[in-house]
């Protein structure tokens, strides 16, 4: 069994930034790729961006593209997802997760608890 621990959230103002981190806890480990969703009050949870762990490569939602950047460091077994620009409807619990290198949250094997982000306008 695999925890992984989230932490950066918090209240920003519309334009700021945050930069979320997730790791596991108590252990290392090298999955297939990590990936950051997000869930706002009343919607479902969305894909929001992944990485895979060896190569790097990454894919991002288009409602975050050229705003959000995820990226891992290998060496301290965290991912890390840098929010600049950031929006009021990106106000949402935002979790990491690890599995493989899908869009779809229903294939990811292992959930941090969350991580509020709130973005006033």
């Known amino acids: 069994q695999v925890q992984l621990v989230e932490s950066g959230g918090g209240l920003v103002q519309a334009g700021g930034s945050l930069r979320l981190s997730c790791a596991p806890s108590g252990r290392t480990f090298s999955p297939p790729a990590m990936g950051w969703f997000r869930q706002a009050p009343g919607k479902e949870r969305e894909f929001v961006a992944v990485?895979?762990?060896?190569?790097?490569?990454?894919h991002y939602a288009d409602s975050v593209k050229g705003r959000f950047t995820i990226s891992r460091d290998t060496t301290k077994n965290t991912v890390y997802l840098q929010m600049n620009s950031l929006k009021p409807e990106d106000t949402a619990v935002y979790y990491c997760?690890?599995?493989?290198?899908?869009?779809?949250?229903?294939?990811?094997?292992?959930w941090g608890q969350g991580t509020q982000v709130t973005v006033s306008s």
């Open positions: 990485i895979r762990w060896n190569a790097g490569s990454t």
């Open positions: 997760a690890s599995g493989p290198p899908t869009t779809r949250p229903s294939e990811y094997d292992y």
